[in-house]
């Protein structure tokens, strides 16, 4: 399975941007899928997943409210959907797929990662 994380950009504070999240080598809709990001100088945190086939989401606090997380099983893509976008949002933003127990870790599967900058 390969993820390719898209979308990523510079956009001031208060903007959208929507990443995307496509997968190949076979479909993923029984698996969770999630978004991570990784701020310089700072760990990986999670920032929303979507299991049970999109029955079930879960943001960070840190978003929740502000971000959406979409799938499109037919085209074997995720996406997320960032609006009143912060400073503190800034990060490289990965995408992430597995069968997880726990929705926060344990992915196998890891897209290469994409820069939001979030800046006047």
């Known amino acids: 399975v390969q993820l390719q994380a898209s979308g990523g950009g510079l956009v001031q504070p208060g903007g959208s941007l929507r990443l995307s999240c496509a997968a190949s080598?076979?479909?993923?809709?029984?698996?969770?899928m999630a978004w991570f990001r990784q701020a310089a100088g700072k760990e990986r945190e999670f920032v929303a997943a979507n299991r049970w086939s999109g029955r079930i989401t879960d943001y960070a606090d840190s978003v929740k409210g502000r971000f959406i997380l979409s799938r499109d099983n037919a085209k074997n893509t995720m996406y997320l959907q960032m609006n009143s976008l912060k400073p503190e949002d800034t990060a490289v933003y990965y995408c992430?797929?597995?069968?997880?127990?726990?929705?926060?870790?344990?992915?196998?599967?890891w897209g290469q990662g994409t820069q939001v900058t979030v800046s006047s």
């Open positions: 080598g076979r479909t993923l809709d029984s698996y969770t």
């Open positions: 992430a797929a597995g069968v997880v127990a726990d929705v926060r870790r344990g992915y196998l599967y």
